[in-house]
C-alpha cells in the first residue's frame, strides 16, 4: 500500500514568490492534515481536512496560506507570497477518520527554503 | 512555556536502554503519543497510551505515564543503531480538542 505521497521534496524560491505543495493521501483516508516543521520544532497544526471540508484552520496565516482539498482527495497548500520566515518542512498526513485514536500516517514532508 | 517538554538530546551505547522523556501542561489530556521521525522523513507512530492507563509495552517499547506529575516516558529495550532518530511525544484531546500538540523532539543517538 502505498503511503502520503508529497511533492515536490525540495523547493527553492526568493521571498515574495509564490509556491505550492501537493499531498495525495493514503486511499479512503477521508481526514487530511497539513503541518509546519520549523528546525529543531515539532509539527504545528495547520489545516485539518474531513473530506473536502476544512474542520480546523484557525492556525493557517490566512493573509498569505491557502489550501484546498477538491474532490476530498488530492490537496494543495499555497503560499503567496512567500517570506523568509516560511522556510521550513511542510508536512502532510492522512487518517482514516480523524480524532485522536485514529493513527495519523505522515508523507516526507517538502523542505521549503525562502531566499 | 511550552504546553509539551522533552530534553533535546540522548546518547546511548548499543544494547543499553534508552529513556525518553516528556512532562506536559494540561490534565485534560486524554491521548499522549510518541512519534519517530527519521532524517528526511515524516514522523512515524510508534505507540500511544490513554489517559487512564498508567503503563503500556509493546515488544521494545515501554511507555510509562504519571498523571499527577504530568510525566511520559519511553523506554526502549536493547536499542539498536536503528533506534537512532528524533522522538517527538505529543499530546492530544486537552480541552476536547482535535489538535495534537507535540514537543520539540528528542534526538536519540545510538553509538556501538
Known amino acids: 500500500e502505498a503511503g502520503v505521497v508529497q511533492s515536490p521534496r525540495y523547493k527553492i524560491i526568493e521571498k515574495k514568490q509564490p509556491v505550492a505543495f501537493w499531498c495525495n493521501p493514503i486511499?479512503?483516508?477521508?481526514?487530511l492534515y497539513w503541518y509546519l516543521q520549523n528546525l529543531g520544532q515539532g509539527p504545528e497544526l495547520l489545516i485539518r481536512y474531513e473530506n473536502e471540508e476544512a474542520v480546523d484552520d484557525s492556525q493557517l496565516p490566512k493573509d498569505r496560506f491557502s489550501a484546498e482539498r477538491l474532490k476530498g482527495v488530492d490537496s494543495t497548500l499555497k503560499i503567496q507570497p512567500a517570506e523568509l520566515g516560511d522556510s521550513a518542512v511542510y508536512l502532510c498526513?492522512?487518517?482514516?477518520?480523524?480524532?485522536?485514536?485514529?493513527?495519523?500516517?505522515f508523507g516526507p514532508g517538502t523542505r521549503l527554503t525562502v531566499l | 512555556g511550552e504546553d509539551v517538554e522533552q530534553s533535546l538530546f540522548l546518547s546511548v551505547r548499543e544494547g543499553d536502554s534508552s529513556v525518553i522523556n516528556c512532562t506536559y501542561t494540561d490534565s485534560s489530556s486524554t491521548y499522549l503519543y510518541w512519534y519517530k521521525q527519521e532524517p528526511g522523513a515524516g514522523l512515524q507512530l510508534l505507540t500511544y497510551i490513554f489517559s487512564n492507563m498508567d503503563m503500556k509495552q509493546d515488544q521494545r517499547l515501554t511507555v510509562l505515564l504519571n498523571k499527577k506529575d504530568k510525566h511520559l516516558s519511553l523506554r526502549i529495550a536493547d536499542t539498536q543503531t536503528g533506534d537512532s532518530a528524533i522522538y517527538f511525544c505529543?499530546?492530544?484531546?486537552?480541552?476536547?480538542?482535535?489538535?495534537?500538540?507535540f514537543g520539540r523532539g528528542t534526538s536519540l543517538i545510538v553509538h556501538p
Open positions: 498526513a492522512s487518517s482514516l477518520v480523524g480524532g485522536p485514536t485514529d493513527t495519523q500516517y
Open positions: 486511499s479512503g483516508h477521508n481526514t
Open positions: 505529543a499530546e492530544f484531546g486537552a480541552g476536547g480538542s482535535y489538535i495534537p500538540t
